[in-house]
């Protein structure tokens, strides 16, 4: 049966997927398969077609710069934990690429949420590619999400929200299956 074989294909690439920052800093990663993997955002399901999706990527030195972005957001916001401030001015270096993913705002909080769940399902498909490519990727929240330096360095207007940062690279080491809990599903019919 080809649906079921689908299926199993689907399933063996979801459950084979990791979240892991075990990367290869010096191998870079072709912008052409970043450009194909960000491209499987736009097909997640989106209600009411907003195509709210926004979306910047970050190699080289401009890594650095994506840093110090979040970084002055955060501290501006009031942030004072300076450890933590400046630990967002770094971490962007620990991997070759990073992929920062928005939502365009609604024009009410319930669409505005539903561009953000359109979002979020269309990074899934970024990680589901990522995985069927070979890549290590990691989802992280962004520390501020609507900072205004970070916004305009990934050239997103005012009052888009940052869903995460996708952090891609390959892999460096193997990380282990996790332990995950039973789901509970009730059938009602």
């Known amino acids: 049966m080809a649906g079921v074989d689908g299926l199993d294909g689907l399933e063996a690439l979801v459950r084979r997927r990791r979240t ?14 970043v450009d194909r993997l960000c491209g499987l955002i736009a097909w997640a399901p989106n209600h009411k077609r907003t195509w709210p999706w926004r979306v910047a990527v970050f190699t080289g030195d401009s890594r650095a710069a994506l840093g110090n972005a979040f970084a002055d957001d955060q501290a501006d916001a009031g942030e004072t934990d300076l450890v933590r401030v400046e630990k967002s001015r770094r971490k962007y270096g620990r991997s070759p690429v990073c992929v920062v993913v928005g939502a365009d705002p609604g024009d009410s909080t319930e669409r505005t949420g539903e561009n953000r769940d359109a979002v979020a399902a ?46 891609l690279g390959w892999p460096g080491g193997d990380v282990e299956v996790p332990v995950r809990p039973a789901l509970h599903v009730t059938f009602l019919g």
């Open 20 to 33: 892991s920052l075990i990367m290869d800093l010096t191998r870079p990663v072709d912008p052409t398969l």
């Open 122 to 167: 269309g990074i899934q498909n970024l990680l589901l590619g990522a995985t069927a490519a070979g890549l290590a990727n990691f989802w992280s929240t962004p520390p501020g999400r609507r900072g205004p330096r970070t916004l305009a360095l990934c050239g997103f207007p005012a009052g888009t929200e940052l869903v995460g940062v996708v952090y």
